[in-house]
């Protein structure tokens, strides 16, 4: 059964940190291209970063300078540490494990940027 739990969202500041993790199970995670998504209420969801098996990175225009995507395969784990966290930061915030068609998505972790 292929699992992914993302853990690491809450509150922060704006200016704050946050670093996220998604823990995967099932899966052959050092073939799996990875990714962050993000989703606010009553948007559509976005890319947020990618990190290919071979560690190519792709961001989303917003995450370029502020955040970082790595994978350590050895925990089959991947991280996404946003620095700079602004208000419009907030929404649920999903990893993905992409092999080309296969595709699969964690449930969420909330991340919440307020004062």
């Known amino acids: 059964q292929v699992q992914l739990v993302e853990s690491g969202g809450g509150l922060v500041q704006p200016g704050g940190s946050l670093k996220l993790s998604c823990r995967t199970s099932g899966i052959l995670f050092d073939i799996y291209t990875m990714a962050w998504y993000r989703q606010a209420p009553g948007k559509q969801r976005e890319l947020v970063a990618t990190?290919?098996?071979?560690?190519?990175?792709n961001f989303g225009e917003f995450a370029r300078d502020r955040f970082a995507i790595s994978r350590a395969n050895a925990l089959d784990t991947v991280y996404l540490q946003m620095n700079s966290l602004k208000p419009e930061d907030a929404a649920v915030y999903y990893c993905?494990?992409?092999?080309?068609?296969?595709?699969?998505w964690g449930r969420g972790t909330q991340v919440t940027v307020s004062s």
């Open positions: 990190i290919s098996r071979g560690g190519n990175r």
């Open positions: 993905n494990a992409n092999l080309g068609l296969e595709n699969h």
